[in-house]
Protein backbone atom coordinates (compact mmCIF):
# COMPACT_ATOMS: atom_id res chain seq x y z
CA UNK A 1 0.00 0.00 0.00
CA UNK A 2 2.94 2.71 0.60
CA UNK A 3 5.30 1.49 -2.03
CA UNK A 4 3.02 0.55 -4.70
CA UNK A 5 5.07 -2.55 -5.54
CA UNK A 6 4.18 -6.38 -5.07
CA UNK A 7 7.97 -6.67 -4.16
CA UNK A 8 11.27 -4.26 -5.12
CA UNK A 9 12.30 -5.97 -8.22
CA UNK A 10 15.81 -5.52 -6.85
CA UNK A 11 15.28 -8.31 -4.50
CA UNK A 12 14.69 -11.06 -6.82
CA UNK A 13 17.73 -10.34 -8.85
CA UNK A 14 19.62 -10.54 -5.83
CA UNK A 15 18.36 -14.09 -5.13
CA UNK A 16 18.37 -15.00 -8.69
CA UNK A 17 22.33 -13.35 -9.18
CA UNK A 18 23.21 -15.41 -6.14
CA UNK A 19 21.24 -18.80 -6.39
CA UNK A 20 21.17 -19.15 -10.01
CA UNK A 21 23.90 -17.25 -11.41
CA UNK A 22 26.93 -17.88 -9.52
CA UNK A 23 26.09 -21.47 -8.41
CA UNK A 24 25.72 -21.88 -12.06
CA UNK A 25 26.99 -19.58 -14.40
CA UNK A 26 30.26 -20.82 -16.78
CA UNK A 27 30.05 -24.62 -14.56
CA UNK A 28 29.73 -27.44 -16.22
CA UNK A 29 26.82 -29.09 -13.90
CA UNK A 30 27.45 -32.45 -13.68
CA UNK A 31 31.09 -31.81 -12.27
CA UNK A 32 30.62 -28.39 -10.41
CA UNK A 33 27.45 -28.04 -8.56
CA UNK A 34 26.81 -29.68 -6.71
CA UNK A 35 23.55 -32.05 -6.23
CA UNK A 36 24.34 -33.18 -9.81
CA UNK A 37 27.03 -35.93 -9.52
CA UNK A 38 24.27 -38.46 -10.05
CA UNK A 39 21.46 -36.57 -11.34
CA UNK A 40 20.86 -35.79 -14.45
CA UNK A 41 20.96 -32.32 -15.55
CA UNK A 42 17.71 -32.05 -17.50
CA UNK A 43 15.65 -29.31 -17.66
CA UNK A 44 13.16 -31.19 -15.55
CA UNK A 45 15.33 -32.02 -12.68
CA UNK A 46 17.31 -28.11 -13.08
CA UNK A 47 13.52 -27.01 -12.52
CA UNK A 48 13.04 -29.17 -9.36
CA UNK A 49 16.43 -27.71 -8.51
CA UNK A 50 15.92 -24.16 -8.65
CA UNK A 51 12.18 -24.47 -7.39
CA UNK A 52 14.52 -25.58 -4.17
CA UNK A 53 16.69 -22.79 -4.40
CA UNK A 54 13.75 -19.84 -4.54
CA UNK A 55 12.39 -20.74 -1.69
CA UNK A 56 14.49 -17.68 -0.29
CA UNK A 57 12.45 -15.01 -1.88
CA UNK A 58 11.70 -12.31 0.13
CA UNK A 59 8.97 -11.90 2.37
CA UNK A 60 5.49 -11.66 0.50
CA UNK A 61 6.55 -13.36 -2.64
CA UNK A 62 5.34 -16.45 -4.04
CA UNK A 63 7.39 -18.32 -6.92
CA UNK A 64 4.13 -18.91 -9.70
CA UNK A 65 6.25 -20.26 -12.47
CA UNK A 66 9.32 -20.75 -13.62
CA UNK A 67 10.45 -21.29 -17.28
CA UNK A 68 14.18 -22.31 -18.64
CA UNK A 69 14.93 -22.37 -22.12
CA UNK A 70 17.69 -24.89 -23.41
CA UNK A 71 17.90 -23.99 -26.93
CA UNK A 72 15.71 -21.64 -28.95
CA UNK A 73 13.43 -24.26 -29.79
CA UNK A 74 12.95 -26.08 -26.61
CA UNK A 75 11.97 -24.69 -23.03
CA UNK A 76 10.43 -26.15 -20.25
CA UNK A 77 8.10 -24.95 -17.51
CA UNK A 78 7.00 -25.08 -13.33
CA UNK A 79 3.83 -23.70 -12.59
CA UNK A 80 2.87 -23.86 -8.76
CA UNK A 81 -0.57 -23.94 -10.30
CA UNK A 82 -0.92 -27.60 -9.76
CA UNK A 83 2.95 -28.29 -9.08
CA UNK A 84 3.29 -29.26 -12.71
CA UNK A 85 6.55 -29.52 -15.27
CA UNK A 86 5.97 -28.83 -18.77
CA UNK A 87 7.60 -29.69 -21.64
CA UNK A 88 7.69 -27.46 -24.75
CA UNK A 89 9.19 -27.89 -28.64
CA UNK A 90 8.80 -25.21 -31.31
CA UNK A 91 8.20 -25.74 -35.37
CA UNK A 92 7.83 -24.32 -37.94
CA UNK A 93 5.70 -24.54 -41.42
CA UNK A 94 4.76 -22.63 -44.24
CA UNK A 95 1.15 -22.94 -45.44
CA UNK A 96 -1.26 -20.98 -47.31
CA UNK A 97 -5.28 -20.41 -46.71
CA UNK A 98 -8.10 -18.19 -47.42
CA UNK A 99 -11.01 -17.37 -44.88
CA UNK A 100 -14.00 -17.87 -46.72
CA UNK A 101 -17.91 -19.15 -45.64
CA UNK A 102 -19.31 -20.41 -48.98
CA UNK A 103 -22.63 -20.31 -47.15
CA UNK A 104 -22.34 -16.42 -47.03
CA UNK A 105 -22.20 -13.50 -49.49
CA UNK A 106 -19.55 -12.27 -51.31
CA UNK A 107 -19.66 -8.81 -49.71
CA UNK A 108 -20.33 -10.55 -46.35
CA UNK A 109 -17.36 -12.53 -46.72
CA UNK A 110 -15.09 -9.18 -47.74
CA UNK A 111 -17.02 -7.62 -44.52
CA UNK A 112 -15.86 -10.46 -41.93
CA UNK A 113 -12.35 -11.13 -43.51
CA UNK A 114 -11.51 -8.48 -45.46
CA UNK A 115 -7.67 -9.35 -46.97
CA UNK A 116 -7.86 -12.60 -45.76
CA UNK A 117 -10.65 -13.24 -47.98
CA UNK A 118 -8.06 -12.57 -51.03
CA UNK A 119 -9.54 -15.36 -54.02
CA UNK A 120 -6.12 -17.13 -54.01
CA UNK A 121 -5.45 -17.20 -50.75
CA UNK A 122 -2.59 -15.95 -48.74
CA UNK A 123 0.38 -17.94 -46.84
CA UNK A 124 1.98 -17.37 -43.50
CA UNK A 125 5.41 -19.00 -41.98
CA UNK A 126 3.41 -20.59 -38.94
CA UNK A 127 5.38 -21.34 -35.77
CA UNK A 128 3.65 -24.03 -33.82
CA UNK A 129 4.11 -24.74 -30.48
CA UNK A 130 3.67 -28.26 -28.43
CA UNK A 131 3.79 -28.25 -24.93
CA UNK A 132 3.55 -32.16 -23.28
CA UNK A 133 3.58 -33.18 -19.73
CA UNK A 134 3.42 -36.01 -17.33
CA UNK A 135 5.37 -37.86 -14.29
CA UNK A 136 8.98 -36.98 -14.73
CA UNK A 137 10.78 -41.11 -14.86
CA UNK A 138 12.58 -42.19 -11.57
CA UNK A 139 15.29 -42.97 -13.34
CA UNK A 140 15.43 -40.63 -16.22
CA UNK A 141 14.28 -37.73 -14.89
CA UNK A 142 12.67 -37.00 -18.23
CA UNK A 143 8.60 -36.35 -18.34
CA UNK A 144 8.57 -37.28 -22.00
CA UNK A 145 10.60 -38.76 -24.78
CA UNK A 146 11.51 -35.47 -26.99
CA UNK A 147 12.80 -37.46 -29.79
CA UNK A 148 9.26 -39.14 -29.95
CA UNK A 149 7.22 -35.79 -30.03
CA UNK A 150 9.62 -34.40 -32.53
CA UNK A 151 8.43 -37.54 -34.78
CA UNK A 152 4.97 -37.01 -33.85
CA UNK A 153 4.59 -33.95 -34.74
CA UNK A 154 6.18 -34.49 -37.80
CA UNK A 155 4.05 -37.39 -38.96
CA UNK A 156 1.22 -36.07 -37.95
CA UNK A 157 1.39 -32.26 -38.62
CA UNK A 158 4.42 -31.02 -40.42
CA UNK A 159 4.63 -33.45 -43.13
CA UNK A 160 0.60 -33.05 -43.49
CA UNK A 161 0.62 -29.30 -43.23
CA UNK A 162 3.88 -28.00 -44.40
CA UNK A 163 3.95 -26.14 -48.36
CA UNK A 164 -0.02 -27.15 -48.05
CA UNK A 165 -3.19 -25.13 -48.52
CA UNK A 166 -5.08 -25.46 -45.60
CA UNK A 167 -8.78 -25.15 -47.16
CA UNK A 168 -8.13 -28.02 -50.14
CA UNK A 169 -4.85 -30.28 -48.89
CA UNK A 170 -5.93 -31.39 -45.33
CA UNK A 171 -8.23 -33.52 -44.93
CA UNK A 172 -9.62 -32.25 -40.99
CA UNK A 173 -9.70 -28.93 -42.45
CA UNK A 174 -12.31 -29.94 -45.12
CA UNK A 175 -15.46 -27.64 -45.06
CA UNK A 176 -14.00 -25.36 -42.11
CA UNK A 177 -12.82 -21.95 -42.49
CA UNK A 178 -9.14 -22.00 -41.43
CA UNK A 179 -8.91 -19.84 -39.33
CA UNK A 180 -5.81 -19.90 -36.71
CA UNK A 181 -8.29 -20.61 -34.10
CA UNK A 182 -9.55 -23.25 -35.99
CA UNK A 183 -6.00 -24.77 -37.45
CA UNK A 184 -4.60 -24.97 -33.76
CA UNK A 185 -7.82 -26.85 -32.56
CA UNK A 186 -7.36 -29.64 -35.16
CA UNK A 187 -3.86 -29.87 -34.81
CA UNK A 188 -4.64 -30.52 -30.82
CA UNK A 189 -6.70 -33.13 -31.95
CA UNK A 190 -3.98 -34.43 -34.36
CA UNK A 191 -1.70 -34.76 -31.64
CA UNK A 192 -4.03 -35.45 -28.40
CA UNK A 193 -3.11 -39.37 -27.48
CA UNK A 194 -0.71 -39.58 -30.31
CA UNK A 195 2.11 -37.99 -28.81
CA UNK A 196 4.27 -38.98 -25.26
CA UNK A 197 3.16 -37.61 -21.87
CA UNK A 198 0.30 -35.74 -21.45
CA UNK A 199 -0.49 -33.06 -24.48
CA UNK A 200 -1.31 -29.74 -22.35
CA UNK A 201 -1.17 -27.03 -25.06
CA UNK A 202 -1.10 -26.46 -28.55
CA UNK A 203 0.22 -22.79 -29.47
CA UNK A 204 0.02 -21.39 -33.28
CA UNK A 205 1.78 -18.45 -34.08
CA UNK A 206 0.47 -17.14 -37.11
CA UNK A 207 2.41 -13.33 -37.16
CA UNK A 208 4.73 -11.99 -34.83
CA UNK A 209 1.26 -10.51 -33.02
CA UNK A 210 -1.16 -12.89 -33.05
CA UNK A 211 -0.71 -15.64 -30.87
CA UNK A 212 -3.26 -18.89 -30.73
CA UNK A 213 -3.57 -21.23 -27.97
CA UNK A 214 -5.62 -24.07 -27.40
CA UNK A 215 -5.36 -25.89 -23.94
CA UNK A 216 -6.15 -29.19 -22.35
CA UNK A 217 -9.56 -29.75 -21.61
CA UNK A 218 -11.14 -26.83 -24.20
CA UNK A 219 -11.66 -28.87 -27.32
NI1 LIG B 1 -4.17 -15.53 -42.97
Known sequence: ATTGMVVNIKAIDDVLQREVVQRFGQKSINDEVPGFEEVPPCIENLLAHFRSLLCVLPERTVLERLR???????YGEWSKDGDKVTLTRIYEFA???RLQQDAVSHEENVRLYGKCNNPHG????????VTVGGTPDERTGFVTDIEALDRAVEER???RYDHKHLNTDVPELGGKVPTSEVVATE????LDGNVPGVLERVRLKETDRSVFEVLRGDV
Open 95 to 97: ASH
Open 157 to 159: VLL
Open 122 to 129: HGHNYVLE
Open 187 to 190: IFRQ
Open 68 to 74: LEETPTF
